[in-house]
Structures are given as structure tokens and as C-alpha cells.
């Protein structure tokens, strides 16, 4: 049965709350995507004080036994929220909380989790980098967010995923959860994860649909066209990315890998030709995903990192 026939048709310690609270509710009610599987979709806005950071894909996975949540949130009362939707589901408990990615729209309600009793799952490479930089998170989401937030990054993560590893998680009724790290994607330590025997995969920022893929410090485009490529080896009939809605891998080839592809071949020849940065990006065409949400944020400063890429690359 399609996936759209259910939903679509196819670091520190202490986690110190937040001086004011969002208006209203932060989450719609979550979608369900398959026999045992739920998302949240978000909208494909930019974290703002209307939104309360609610602009990714979220979702979790009920067996007979425990839940598992696909990442975490974006503030710890994103999470309580996505606990409270949880519970009106299943009084079941919560015993894994799967990080995809370091971002902190990904992993800033963990501690809501582990509080519930769950065991925080992320890569090797995420979990160094919420370390090394999740000062500069919480900064960044006390900015996007308008608010006086004091509060650290959640503690670490408790149990680790390692370059090109994998992990797998019961959840009883025949209901299996499969770890995927595929490294340096869209950030360093990528994970999916495929729900057996339902053949959904959470991609997380692996995908994009609606919305340009953002390129960032952290992203290989190599790493990342190579990480959709390994989707294709997955036996699913439907993909929730990080962005947009859920549908068919073949749904994601103009948005994401035909751009990635055309970006990085684009900054490649530069590069080869003696082209400096300026002129790179100044002559990438990008007319065909002119569309797509965060085009005007976001198309000169990825083709800016494609190019440093490139630079390296031929270095």
C-alpha cells in the first residue's frame, strides 16, 4: 500500500528554560505516513518568532513494545509538545531519540527525551560538532527566536553511530529500526533511518523538497550526491526528508541531486579553468530552482562554498 493512501496520498548538563513562551501551539498534529510511522511537516520558512522554529520534518515510530523519535526539536518546548502529540498515540514508552544531523532544529530538545527515558542515538561527527559549536546554536536560536534564552546544549548524546555504521533498534511487533550513518552530506554524519517493515525512510537534510538545499561549512556536495545515490540501495517505497513533503526518491531528483550535481560540476570546471570565486558564482545558472523556497537566501552563498569545495578538491 502507498505511503500516500495513509498521510499524503503516497553539552552542559542543565537545560534552563526559556523566559517566555510562544503564543499558541508550535506543531500541527502530526501526519501518519505509514502502519507505524508519523510526521511532522513542516512549513519551509526560515526559524523566525511567528514560526517558534518550526520549519523541519520531525516524526516518530511506534512497535509493540517502545517508541522511537526521529529527531528532537528545535527548543525543549518543541519537544514537550511532540511528547504530548506522542501520548495522545500511545502511552507507550519513548525509548530512543535518533539525532539525523547536527543542526539544532535536529537535536536542542534531547534532554526532553532522555528525560522520558529515551537513549539519544547520533553519529560520531554530530555528536563532536554539537560540542564544538553548540554555544553558537543557542545563540543563533535566541536571534531567530527574538527571546532572552539562556540555556545550555543538551548533554551528549549517549549512544554513537561511527563513520559508514550502522544500527539496528526493535521496537517489537516486528517493527526494526535501521541506522544508516552516510557521512559528510549536507552536514558531517548524515544519518537515515529505515522503518521495517513499513519501507519508509527518515532521510533527513539528505533531502529536500520545496526548498533549495542549503550548502553549508560543513556539507560535501561529493558526500552528499553520494549519500542520495545510496538511498537508491534501499529498498522503500517512500522517503520523509528534512524539507518538504514525503514522497517517492524519484521525487527528489530535480530539487535536490540534479542541483547538487549541476553545482558541483559547474564549480569543478571553474575551478579548472582559473576561474576565481567571483566569477564562479556569478556564472552558475540556477534558473531552474529559481522556485524553489529560500532561493534569494540561499543560491549565491551555496554556490560560494560549492566553489571553496571545488578549490580544495584541486589542491
Avoid: C
Wanted: glycine fraction near 8%; avoid cysteine; aromatic fraction near 8%.
Amino acid at each position: 500500500m502507498g505511503v500516500r493512501r495513509w498521510a499524503w496520498g503516497l553539552l552542559g548538563m542543565t537545560l534552563v528554560a526559556f523566559s517566555a513562551s510562544p503564543a499558541g501551539p508550535i506543531l500541527p498534529a502530526p501526519s501518519h505516513v505509514s502502519p507505524s510511522a508519523w510526521a511532522w511537516i513542516g512549513p519551509l520558512d526560515p526559524p523566525s518568532k511567528k514560526n517558534a522554529g518550526f520549519r523541519m520534518n520531525l516524526g516518530f515510530v511506534v512497535g509493540r513494545d517502545a517508541v522511537a523519535v526521529i529527531d528532537t526539536g528545535y527548543t525543549p518546548e518543541m519537544a514537550e509538545e511532540m511528547v504530548a502529540a506522542i501520548r495522545k498515540v500511545t502511552p507507550l514508552p519513548i525509548r530512543y531519540a535518533i539525532d539525523t544531523n547536527s543542526q539544532p532544529h535536529r537535536f536542542m530538545g534531547n534532554d526532553v527525551f532522555r528525560k522520558q527515558g529515551a537513549r539519544v542515538i547520533a553519529s560520531v561527527e554530530a555528536a563532536e560538532r554539537m560540542e564544538k559549536e553548540g554555544g553558537d546554536f543557542v545563540r543563533a536560536i535566541a536571534a531567530a527566536l527574538e527571546r532572552d534564552a539562556k540555556f545550555v546544549v543538551p548533554a551528549p548524546p549517549d549512544q554513537l553511530i561511527p563513520v559508514n555504521g550502522s544500527a539496528r533498534f526493535n521496537l517489537g511487533g516486528g517493527i526494526v529500526l535501521e541506522v544508516m550513518n552516510v557521512g559528510q552530506a549536507h552536514t558531517s554524519g548524515s544519518l537515515v533511518v529505515r522503518v521495517v517493515p513499513d519501507r519508509v525512510v527518515f532521510a533527513g537534510d539528505v533531502l529536500y523538497a520545496g526548498r533549495l538545499p542549503a550548502v553549508l561549512p560543513d556539507s560535501s556536495l561529493t558526500g552528499w550526491i553520494a549519500a542520495f545515490e545510496r538511498l537508491r540501495t534501499i529498498d522503500a517505497h517512500a522517503f520523509v526528508p528534512g524539507h518538504g513533503e514525503p514522497a517517492q526518491l524519484s521525487k527528489f531528483e530535480e530539487p535536490t541531486l540534479a542541483y547538487l550535481k549541476a553545482l558541483k560540476a559547474h564549480m569543478d570546471a571553474a575551478f579548472k579553468a582559473g576561474k576565481d570565486s567571483s566569477t564562479a558564482v556569478k556564472t552558475f545558472d540556477a534558473s531552474r530552482w529559481k522556485k524553489l523556497a529560500n532561493f534569494d537566501e540561499l543560491a549565491t552563498r551555496n554556490a560560494a562554498l560549492a566553489y571553496l569545495e571545488s578549490e580544495r578538491a584541486g589542491f
